[in-house]
Every structure is written in C-alpha cells, then in structure tokens.
C-alpha cells in the first residue's frame, strides 16, 4: 500500500502534539534533504536515520528489489552501533522470505508486534550480525505500480510494539524515500541514454572521416603498385603527394583526438612567433594542397615576449588555418594569420579570411566538439581543440566577422608572468 493522504488523514487525531511536532519535524528536514542531497546513498541512509528516530526503534534497514534474480537486497541498515554492514554484503531474500518478502509480495505494510508468533519471519539476518528482533514494520517501497524495495524499522526502544502512527509513519517515509530512488534513476537513465547517444554521434563522425581517408590510401597505393609495374613515374610520384597527404591527414585527426581527449597544463616557454607560424605553414602546406590560396603574415605589432606552450598554440593555430583555406574560394581565397600586442600586455592571434564567414547563430555552436557543416570531411574537432588550448592558456576564443566580411577567430592570450 502506497501512502495516499486521505486514506491516512484520520490517524493524525490520534496523536499526542508533541510527536505529531516531531514527525512535521523529521519530513521537514527530509525535505529538504531531497532538495540539496545529490548523492542517493547519503539521501537514503539520511531518510532512514529520521524514519529509526521517528519511530524510535533501534535500528531500520532498505531493501532494494532486483527485478531480475527477484529478490530483495540489503541498501542501507542502520542498528544502534551504526551500518550493518555484513547484512549489506550477505543477504538477500526471496520474495517468499521474512515479513519483508511478505510485505513486497502483497504490497502492503505490516506490523508485527511480537516476531516469535509470526511464522514469516525470517531469523539469518538477525543471526549473521547477532541481532534479536523483538517487533517490526515492514513498509513497501512503490513508484507507480513498481515495487522498488522494503524499508523496516526494528524493536520500538520502550520494549513495546509499534503503534498505528509508527505504521503511517513509515508509510510517509516509504512514499518519500521511493521517490528519492525512482527520480534519481530516471537521471541516470537520462545520463546513460544521452552519453551513449553522444559517443555514438562521435564514433559515427570519426569512422566517416577516417574511412574516407583509408580509401583514399587504398586507391593511390593501387595507383603507384600499377604506375610502378608500367614504369609509369609521373603518375607515381602523383600517387605518393596523395599518398603523403592522406596519412598527414590521418595524423592531424589523432593528433586532435588526443588533444581533446584530456586536461594537459600548458608546459608555458618563450616563444619566437616568428618560428611557430613557419611551422603552422609548412604543415598546412603539407595537409592541403591548395596553392592557388594566398596566406599572409603579419607580425608586426607584436612588441613584447610571448610565453605559451609553443606546440599547443601550433595546433590550435594551425586548426583555424586549415577552416579558413576550407571556407575561401580556391580562386581568390585569402587568409592573415596576423599577432599583435595589446595595451595590457598581453598578445592577441587572429587568423581572417576572405570566406562565406560563419552566421552569428552558428558562433557559439562551431566550438562544440563535432559539429561540422563539412559532412564526411570534417570531424567537427578543430575548433573544439583550439577552444580547449586557449582555455588551458588562460585566454579567450572569439569568433567574429573580418574586416572583408568573412570569418575572423582571434586568440586572446593574456600577458606573460615575469618570474
Ligand atoms: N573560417 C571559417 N569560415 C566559415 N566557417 C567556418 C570557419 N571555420 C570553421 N567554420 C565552421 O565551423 C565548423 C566546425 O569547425 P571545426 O574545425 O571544429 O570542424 P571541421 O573543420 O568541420 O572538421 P575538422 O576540423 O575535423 O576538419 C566547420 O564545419 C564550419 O562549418
Ligand atoms: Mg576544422
């Protein structure tokens, strides 16, 4: 039996004030235990605590229900030493076992004021942690027709047996408790479902991405054995540009994996611009073969020493280059990669472009790890990479319109630490 208030009502006259101030007491802060306990195990055992006060018994337990093996396990039990926690690793019982079998089963509460006259109960617990039990009640543990457990509470401390307040009672701590239970699985269940459906969007971009890379490995490995046995070496040393590209191509996207993949504090050095740029260059020369783009450097407001993890600025930097030889037209495209110092101190990289731009409602979106427009050519890893670099160094990403209408993402670094 579920607690449902107007079944109930009429038991709350029979009370005595000061316990009917107690138990207000005990929901009251089970209440607000629910609203700022996150951690269902402290939530349970805290419920528990109160309900074993409430009642006044010495000691309570919550049994949660494995709907497989169909039995009731040990969550929480709570004697007056403190946990139990042999119970915790030993027992379960059937649902034909113990009153708390009883009360799953039948999905009613019961309260058993003398155990020796009850033939249900069931003594191993009690023997496994040298425990008597005198009196009990049990309560089933519902959420919406699904049995989830049993909570008892164990020997009123007066010697007595429990009243038909104690029982309405843990009614209330039971409905409270199966909640609890019942919304922090629908969470995790949430969590899971959402992580999994994540990690498959992932999986499904990164295998797209790649498989088109090893076909293309495949065809110019095809391409330079035939162009070999026909001695044919100018289509050979074509072969061998795609063929060096693709697994340059293969590298960057494990490098970026890798990159993302965990929290790295930068290893801060003096860096000359100079030298990060010309290997920015040489590698984006080496990954697309674009050469009717122009890329332009522009070093010269850069008046004091920058202090970066040079290798990690040259993988960001290097990502926003790549997006803007991807964006311009292979005409005309053009693309600055310029750095300057700023008032405070601090240097600032931008890299422009002469593209389509990126839309004001897609700024935001295009830092996010796999969002790509470029399909089965793009792992949408890039900006993600870069964002988490520049993050790492204590700066800023920003995504904005260049002076010539296309993309501008400009790096903020924040001033170098003089030691
Ligand atoms: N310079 C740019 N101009 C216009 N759009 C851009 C520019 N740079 C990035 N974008 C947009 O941002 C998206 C995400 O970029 P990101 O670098 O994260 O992934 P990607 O380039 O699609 O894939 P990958 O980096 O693996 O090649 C791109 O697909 C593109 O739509
Ligand atoms: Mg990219």
């Known amino acids: 039996m579920t607690y449902q208030l107007d079944q109930n009502v009429s038991w709350f006259t029979n009370v005595p004030p000061e316990d009917l101030r107690r138990i207000g007491d005990a929901l009251y802060r089970v209440h607000y235990l629910m609203a700022h306990l996150t951690d269902l195990d402290t939530l349970l055992e805290r419920i528990m605590s109160e309900g074993k006060e409430v009642a006044q018994a010495e000691a309570c337990s919550l049994m949660l229900y494995d709907p ?25 019982l059937k649902l034909s076992e113990g009153i708390a079998g009883a009360a799953a089963r039948t999905r009613s509460s019961i309260n058993v004021p003398d155990v020796e006259r009850d033939p ?4 191993e617990p009690d023997n496994a942690i040298r425990f008597t039990t005198r009196s009990l009640v049990a309560v089933p543990l519902v959420d919406r027709d699904t ?66 890379l090893v076909n293309g490995l495949t065809t110019s490995v095809e391409l330079m054995e035939q162009s070999l046995e026909q001695e044919q070496y100018d289509v050979l040393r074509r072969g061998w540009s795609i063929l060096k590209r693709s697994t340059r191509k293969i590298a960057h996207v494990v490098e970026d994996m890798l990159a993302y993949s965990k929290p790295r504090e930068p290893a801060f050095e003096p860096v000359r611009l100079e030298s990060l740029m010309e290997d920015v260059m040489d590698t984006f020369w080496g990954l697309t073969n674009a050469k009717s783009i122009e890329l332009r450097v522009d070093l010269e407001g850069v008046t004091a020493p920058v202090r970066c993890d040079q290798q990690a600025l040259y993988r960001g930097l290097l990502n926003l280059v790549v997006n803007a030889a991807d964006a311009v037209s ?39 790890p796999f969002f790509s427009t ?3 050519n793009g792992t949408g890893l890039g900006l993600a990479v870069t964002r988490k670099i520049v993050l790492e160094h204590g700066g800023k990403l920003a995504v904005e319109t260049s002076a010539g209408g296309g993309a501008r993402f400009r790096i903020e670094l924040p001033p170098a630490e003089t030691d």
Not at 166 to 178: C, G, K, N
Request: charged content about 25%; proline content about 4%; hydrophobic content about 40%.
């Open 330 to 368: 292979k005409e005309n495209g053009m693309v600055w990669l310029r750095a300057w110092t700023r008032p405070d101190g601090g240097t600032t990289l931008a890299v422009d472009d002469n593209g389509p731009g990126v839309p004001p409602e897609l700024r935001h979106k295009v830092l996010e």
């Open 68 to 92: 497989k093996s169909e039995e009731l396990y040990f969550e929480v039990a709570m004697g007056e030493t403190g946990d139990q926690q042999a119970l915790k690793q030993q027992f379960r």
């Open 374 to 376: 470029k399909g089965s």
């Open 147 to 212: 049995l989830i457990g049993v909570i008892e509470v164990l020997n009123k401390r007066d010697g007595g047996a429990f009243s038909e307040s104690d029982l309405h009672v843990m009614e209330i701590f039971s409905s409270v408790a199966a909640t609890a239970i019942a919304n922090a699985r629908l969470i995790e269940e949430n969590m899971r479902a959402e992580r999994l459906a994540a990690i498959g969007e992932a999986v499904a971009g990164l295998s797209h991405y790649t498989k088109n």
């Open 120 to 123: 249900r109960f069931c003594p």
